[in-house]
């Protein structure tokens, strides 16, 4: 065995790499970022016949150097070293990007005390290169007097090549997973159920290239009416997914205190323009139907224009009045386009993964999709729209798509909704039932009334018919002309009031309706409410 002052042979040398070389391959496909660096440096450590070494990655704003890895020197990593790139041994490798050998370790050589602390008087270190650059710094040391040579410069790049190449590809593997899984647990698990509307999604990620930042949204809006969010990040990877995540939760929080879909993109824009990190742009197209579904409010950041679907016409492009993509500066301020939507319409949001190709225009696939919209039931609506736009074909880019019909009026059939029993539900009651009251033809007091009826019916069961076992709510809704019938069921035992000044709620209930009916039972309670449609009849 070679002492260690001395560089190993070239027949031990070459055994060395191939071990680095094997080890390579067989973690990429389990082990992660940091721990596949500490298995290549265990053989960076054999290689050179060294006490330490240890890898710092360049961070996403490219100024820092960061401990990811080390042996013998683990407390770099414990303590989330960072040097400045230009500072100090490491620093000084990432600028020149070449080898870089200290025969003398002290505070006027290396900016990081951990390895003064540790005892080191020789560090040869080498950039890590890719094709994009610098990826960061590979060194090594001794704790004795040792003479780094050309010889062992070599090889430590030759080494470095290995593990650079090895870090990309593995890191470049976790991010695209990352993103996905950050892409899919930011769409709708399910599109929500909303009286009166028929809703289908298709979500479809390009097989080459990474993840991209295509996102679609539906979520009810505290006036009563619903929000429809489709967009696309410009780029790729889990940047453009990340970017993705901070722009749908933005847009829901704007659209918590704002009906005007213009002014939720204006503001999203202002905010994207904020955003830490490299200037990010993104199309991004908000419309907001009223309770009565009757109109769609459109507001578009540079996206494609949906299309609509009336019974009886051919597909058409809405014309929206489009504004600059959100976090470009300047621009004309964004404006709203209304839509009336009548029953039985189709409207059709997508993203340009749909319709644009390699060698075509995008007009051209504009055309294929409107071609194929009819006005029909929406989930074999996208099947055959994804068939005849995507069919068996890779796609070059994600492609989402999102399909939304108005319900004839006669065809509004009843409203069952089983919610848990509990304070939180009572929301999502209410907006439901505003909606399929509005679809069947009610009158705005009388809206009004059983929401207030049916509502305190429903906080009855959460406050009284169950314990801490908790269980569940049922609404059930119809219309027996010239009447709405509401029944509220529940499978608990009742509790008594607690306090006094209790049991106002019947007195509510009585009050906003025409017939009130309870029935306490061993199964439960069942609550039934009974109001005209309209205003002049109800009195």
């Not at 004795?144 to 080494?159: P, V």
């Not at 319900?407 to 929301?427: D, F, I, N, R, Y």
């Amino acid at each position: 065995m070679s002492p260690p002052d001395e560089p190993p042979n070239a027949s031990t040398s070459g055994d060395q790499l191939r071990r680095i070389e094997s080890v390579t391959d067989a973690a990429l496909a389990h082990l992660n970022v940091e721990d596949l660096l500490v298995e290549l440096l265990e053989r960076v450590q054999a290689l050179l016949a060294v006490d330490t070494a240890a890898v710092l990655l360049l961070d996403a704003s490219g100024e820092y150097l960061v401990a990811t890895a080390a042996k013998g020197i683990e407390a770099e990593v414990r303590q989330g070293v960072r040097i400045p790139v230009g500072k100090g041994f490491a620093g000084r490798i990432a600028v020149e990007k070449k080898p870089v050998i200290l025969e003398r370790v002290d505070h006027t050589t290396v900016l990081n005390p951990i390895l003064q602390e540790r005892g080191i008087r020789s560090l040869l270190g080498v950039p890590l290169l890719n094709t994009g650059g610098i990826l960061g710094v590979l060194h090594v040391g001794t704790l004795g007097a040792r003479r780094f040579t050309e010889e062992d410069a070599r090889l430590l790049e030759i080494a470095a090549d290995r593990v650079a190449f090895a870090t990309e590809s593995r890191r470049t593997e976790v991010e695209r997973t990352a993103a996905t899984v950050l892409q899919r647990s930011l769409l709708p698990t399910r599109l929500p159920t909303v009286p009166g509307l028929e809703m289908a999604a298709r979500y479809v990620t390009a097989e080459l290239g990474g993840v991209g930042g295509d996102w679609y949204d539906v979520f009810a809006t505290p006036s009563g009416g619903l929000c429809i969010v489709i967009g696309d990040v410009v780029g790729r990877g889990l940047e453009a997914a990340a970017v993705m995540g901070r722009l749908r939760s933005a847009v829901r929080a704007h659209a918590l205190y704002e009906d005007d879909p213009a002014e939720v993109v204006g503001r999203l824009s202002h905010q994207v323009q904020r955003f830490d990190g490299p200037r990010m742009v993104a199309t991004v197209q908000v419309a907001m139907f009223e309770p009565s579904l009757a109109r769609l409010h459109v507001a578009s950041a540079g996206h494609l224009a949906p299309a609509l679907v009336i019974p009886g016409q051919p597909a058409a492009l809405v014309e929206v009045a489009n504004g600059p993509p959100v976090g470009v500066r300047g621009g004309p301020r964004c404006r709203v386009t209304t839509v009336d939507v009548p029953p039985g319409a189709l409207l059709c949001f997508y993203t340009d993964g749909l319709v644009e190709r390699r060698g075509s225009s995008l007009d051209v696939g504009v055309k294929r999709l409107c071609g194929a919209l009819v006005a029909g039931p929406v989930e074999s609506l996208c099947a055959s729209v994804m068939g005849q736009l995507i069919g068996s074909e890779p796609p070059g880019d994600d492609v989402a798509l999102l399909v939304i019909r108005r319900q004839a009026s006669a065809g509004t059939g009843p409203l069952e909704l089983v919610m848990p029993a509990l304070p939180g539900s009572l929301k999502t009651i209410r907006d439901a039932m505003r909606g399929w009251l509005l679809a069947v033809g009610a009158d705005p007091r009388v809206v009004v009334g059983l929401l207030v009826a049916v509502g305190e019916a429903c906080a009855n069961v959460v406050e009284h018919a169950y314990g801490r076992e908790g269980g569940m709510v049922e609404v059930y809704l119809e219309v027996q002309l010239p009447d709405v019938v509401a029944t509220v069921r529940d499978t608990g035992r009742w509790r008594p009031p607690r306090g006094g000044n209790r049991g106002r709620g019947t007195v509510f209930m009585h009050k906003c309706a025409s017939d009130v009916r309870i029935n306490h039972g061993p199964g439960g309670t069942t609550v039934v409410i009974r109001r005209s449609l309209t205003e002049a009849e109800a009195r």
